[in-house]
């Protein structure tokens, strides 16, 4: 009994995990990056605009370019404009030029009536405009409406979607400065795995955390990941653990992180020169996680039940992960929502259990063993359960975290 409550004094709450590691997570690298190769990296800087967009006013519809007084009501035919012409064009007096959508206004007309809205005259081959619903200054597009020279167009930290980058092209931008994804390596252990397509004998099992984790760092943006598979020897585990360290920023091992006679993560990152952050956290599933750093290096040791590598990996890898792209808010859940039914829980622990949004509420599944990867064909969410309580009354807002 006394070993126990020893264990639980060591550990640590989820706060003060998330505490520990935004005060030690810096921003990463930078560099320019291209257009073509930014799509969801964050900005290391504030972006603004080299020049008007739009560089002159131009049409917004297809139609006629004129002086308009709102009393004429028949113009002569002009020029015809068409989108990409480059001629100065000067509207003389009572003429109407026909235009296109994104053509140049000519000098002297200020209103664009769409060609739908105009009547032909056979007779005088004039147009005409009868109808009350077109005012001066109509369907045109003035020159710095969307930004001007020098405007600020993007904050830093901002990341960048498809929307963005049309946005920086329309700029004339061809890249921007940037943070760097950093490189991550992750180290699968266990002698029981078998790699997916390999026949399986009795007490062996297929190794589920190596594509997950795989397909969780692609999810988060990281393009330069490099796998390892150790076996329960402590040797070339050690070996597997210093070539990471000397060649990848982010080090992420699971299983082996803990007591058992086969569990030697934590032995070896120390004798690698990882320093201890913290190690266990009040929480289930994952409590056995250490997390440690060695320089700028950080190291996640997670559990090796596939629950406790996803649950530690949104939780804490994740965050640390956006932090060190630029992301500010890389700890805040997506959102609060209520309970749809009472959960019961043990007290003393931080419960994140696999839910279903239902009608705007959080439906907690079954299935929530650490081991057991069934309700994650059905959640699309997890959901934070308080340290404190033992009964969670339905109606309740939680923290709710997408997957």
């Known amino acids: 009994m006394g070993k126990n409550r020893s264990n639980t004094k060591r550990m640590i709450s989820v706060h003060k995990a998330r505490t520990l590691l935004s005060q030690n997570v810096q921003e990463g690298k930078t560099e320019y990056i291209e257009l073509s190769n930014c799509l969801g990296l964050t900005t290391a800087q504030d972006i603004f605009s080299p020049i008007d967009v739009p560089s002159f006013d131009n049409s917004a519809m297809d139609g006629y370019a004129m002086k308009f007084t709102g009393e ?82 993007l904050k830093k930290g901002t990341r960048i979607t498809p929307g963005i980058i049309g946005l920086l092209a329309s700029v004339g931008l061809e890249g921007v400065i940037a943070y760097l994804p950093p490189e991550v390596a992750y180290v699968i252990t266990g002698d029981e795995l078998k790699d997916v397509g390999e026949p399986l ?33 402590k040797e070339e585990l050690q070996q597997i653990i210093n070539k990471a360290l000397e060649q990848y920023e982010v080090l992420i091992l699971s299983g082996g992180i803990s007591v058992g006679d086969y569990d030697f993560v934590k032995e070896c990152l120390q004798k690698a020169g990882v320093e201890e952050l913290f190690y266990k956290i009040k929480q289930r599933p994952g409590k056995p996680m250490f997390v440690g750093k060695k320089e700028n290096k950080f190291v996640f040791a997670l559990p090796g039940n596939p629950g406790s590598v996803l649950n530690c990996f949104y939780q804490y890898v994740k965050p640390c992960l956006r932090m060190m792209m630029g992301v500010k808010n890389a700890w805040q859940p997506n959102r609060m929502l209520p309970l749809a039914k009472d959960q019961q829980k043990k007290a003393g622990l931080t419960f994140f259990v696999k839910s279903k949004i239902s009608d705007e509420k959080i439906d907690v599944l079954g299935a929530q063993q650490s081991f057991n990867l069934q309700a994650f064909s059905e959640a699309n969410c997890v959901v934070e359960l308080d340290e404190e309580k033992e009964i969670v009354p339905a109606g309740t807002l939680v923290p709710v975290f997408y997957f």
């Open 72 to 153: 004429q009501k028949k113009w002569k035919k002009g020029v015809e404009i068409q989108a990409g012409d480059t001629s100065e064009y000067i509207m003389d007096e009572g003429y109407a030029a026909r235009i296109f959508t994104g053509a140049k206004i000519p000098t002297g007309a200020d209103t664009v009536i769409p060609q739908e809205l105009i009547e032909n005259d056979k007779l005088t081959y004039e147009i005409c405009y009868f109808q009350d619903n077109i005012r001066m200054g109509s369907n045109v597009r003035l020159k710095g409406s969307q930004c001007k020279k020098g405007d600020l167009i």
């Open 201 to 233: 004998k009795t007490g062996e099992i297929y190794n589920s955390n190596g594509p997950m984790l795989e397909a969780l760092l692609k999810e988060s943006g990281i393009k330069n990941v490099k796998a390892f598979k150790a076996s329960d020897r």
